[in-house]
């Protein structure tokens, strides 16, 4: 079988510097697991003391949908949850 040619030539690599930055810019993310506890804990909250109270509190005009809010509040926990890394 016949050999292969070997590459005289080396790979060109730019040197370090000028290669240019990736644009990812790496932050504090130390906020997000306080700020998640607390939507599960705010969401959790609302709808417990919604059916605790009979549904007059925490807003009686909403009726019902105090339920939605609480949940929309643990769903914005999940959302947060989403830039933890």
Same mark, same amino acid.
Do not use: C
């Given at each position: 079988?016949?050999?292969? %040619?070997? %590459?005289?030539? #080396? @790979? !060109? ?5 000028? %290669? ?5 810019? *790496? ?5 997000? #697991? ?9 969401? *959790? #909250?609302? +709808?417990?003391?919604? !059916?605790?109270? @009979?549904?007059? *509190?925490? +807003? @009686? #005009? ?7 809010? &609480? ?7 999940? &959302? ?6």
């Amino acid at each position: 079988m016949p050999k292969s %040619r070997i %590459r005289k030539k #080396a @790979d !060109y690599t730019p040197p370090p510097s000028s %290669r240019q930055a990736t644009g990812i810019k *790496l932050t504090n993310r130390s906020w997000v #697991a306080p700020v998640m506890l607390a939507m599960f804990v705010i969401g *959790l #909250a609302w +709808i417990v003391v919604f !059916y605790v109270t @009979d549904g007059s *509190l925490p +807003i @009686d #005009a909403l009726d019902n949908w105090n339920i939605v809010v &609480g949940f929309g509040f643990i769903a914005a926990g999940f &959302g947060v949850s989403t830039q933890w890394k």
